[in-house]
């Protein structure tokens, strides 16, 4: 799962962005496919999973514990499940790669089967806080032993039976609340969560989905998340919606470049992840929902972007957990809006992939863009419209999302942007730059 060379990009100026095109599948939801499909009993089918290098991770490690994964000629996923509480030990490290979302659920998985497993991860995933998911599932009576600061390379022993317990969500997290779910499905009894700010629900959806006794109800401390196990779940045919993360490059390509006229085909616009198209939409964006429709148990609808101006706005608070992948690349728009946009309460970016509030005011301002930097988010003074100064080099810091939200900055730029590694960009969006020249027209 390293990363072998560097891939530097000298971004392309592009003119227009036009036509229609299909967003790879939903990460978040294509880890939870598999990871409920491994533990069911009997075979699921899952389309349209995103195959990236995180989902990728967390299919080999769910092989390296029992489960039998393919992918057919056709291109649909079949898992061969273990049951709940059948997870077997592997027989060695689990590499989680870059992704947090594969390190977080499969140690809730783990945790109250009987196992040992060590996680790995590359520099960036091994700088990420695990101490958020080690104090809940240590309280179900896993024993973990991590690296200085709660970090990986971390070993997990797992306990049978786990101990069920309510825990309060210190931090707006959907990846801790879904490992205390999934430990909670082989753990006797009601295990809780209280979610005072709610975050993306697709493991709750999912559970209830794969036939787990789940009950959701909003109370005066929030959002409580209620499951029994020992929960046996049975097989599915899943198709996963486009990822609205992944949309979101086009969405603001196509609005910061003149003349441009863009169709995203098959969005999943889940309410606890479409925050960028509300707040897009407040800055002035023309985003229009065509054929609004179910895939999968979520709401999906075609989007049509077309270029407009923007406006400089501060982005409401509340909006962060539904679009906090999102805030590179609306800190991009910002940099196209006429005036100042204060994009703040967001301190959760200074922990993913890179700090990526620091990252992305350093990439801002080396390609000309006026920023400021707070603790919890950036404020920035845009062009109104114009293309950015541009001309500067931009390190992505293995993060995926720095490389293609400053893409999308240098498609309207006076000189090109440069980025030190685009090979992060596989961890998610493997067709990211077939599908940028298919809209700019450079395939042709
Ligand atoms: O549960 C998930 O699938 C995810 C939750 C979010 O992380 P946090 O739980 O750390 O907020 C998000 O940033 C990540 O990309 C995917
Ligand atoms: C934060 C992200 O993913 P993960 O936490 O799974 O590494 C992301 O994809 O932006």
Redesign the pocket.
């Known amino acids: 799962m390293s990363h072998a060379e560097p891939s530097p990009l000298t971004v392309p100026i592009a003119t227009r962005l036009s036509g229609r095109i299909r967003v790879p599948g939903d990460?978040s939801i294509s880890h939870r496919a598999l990871m409920l499909s491994a533990l069911a009993v009997g075979e699921s089918r899952v389309e349209g999973l995103l195959e990236g290098e995180?989902v990728l991770a967390t299919a080999a490690a769910l092989r390296a514990m029992g489960a039998r994964i393919e992918r057919g000629g056709d291109g649909a996923w079949t898992i061969n499940g273990v049951g709940v509480g059948g997870l077997l030990q592997p027989a060695s490290a689990l590499d989680m790669g870059?992704?947090?979302?594969?390190t977080r659920l499969l140690m809730g998985l783990i945790a109250s089967h009987p196992i040992i497993a060590n996680f790995t991860g590359d520099a960036s995933?091994s700088s990420r806080p695990m101490e958020r998911v080690i104090t809940p599932l240590s309280r179900m009576g896993a024993d973990v032993t991590a690296s200085p600061g709660g970090r990986l390379p971390l070993m997990l022993r797992g306990l049978c039976p786990a101990v069920p317990i309510e825990y309060e969500l210190p931090v707006a997290s959907a990846?801790v609340k879904s490992a205390i779910l999934l430990a909670g499905l082989n753990t006797p009894g009601i295990t809780r969560v209280i979610e005072p700010v709610p975050t993306r629900d697709h493991s709750e959806r999912m559970l209830a989905g794969f036939g787990a006794e789940v009950l959701v109800e909003q109370t005066s401390r929030g959002r409580v998340i209620s499951i029994t196990g020992e929960a046996e779940l049975r097989p599915q045919q899943i198709v996963v919606p486009g990822d609205p993360?992944s949309a979101a490059f086009w969405l603001v390509a196509a609005t910061i470049v003149p003349d441009s006229d863009v169709v995203i085909e098959n969005v999943g616009l889940n309410p606890t992840r479409a925050g960028l198209v509300t707040a897009l939409r407040m800055m002035g964006a023309d985003i229009t929902e065509l054929d609004p429709r179910t895939v999968g148990g979520e709401p999906v609808a075609d989007l049509r972007v077309r270029h407009a101006a923007l406006n400089g706005i501060t982005v409401p608070h509340d909006l962060a957990p539904s679009m906090i992948?999102e805030y590179p690349v609306l800190f991009v728009a910002a940099a196209f809006a006429a005036g100042r946009t204060i994009a703040r309460g967001a301190d959760e970016l200074r922990v993913?992939?890179s700090d990526r509030i620091a990252a992305m005011r350093a990439a801002l301002e080396a390609n000309g863009v006026s920023v400021t930097e707070h603790a919890d988010g950036l404020s920035i003074d845009g062009t109104g419209g114009e293309a950015i100064p541009g001309g500067g080099c931009v390190a992505t810091q293995l993060d995926?999302?720095i490389a293609m939200s400053m893409t999308v900055a240098g498609l309207h730029a006076r000189a090109p942007v440069m980025i030190d590694d685009v090979s992060p960009v596989a961890t998610?969006y493997p067709v990211f730059f077939d599908q940028l020249a298919q809209l700019t027209g450079a395939s042709a």
């Open positions: 990460k995180d870059n992704s947090g979302t594969s995933l990846q993360s992948d993913k992939e995926h999302r998610s």
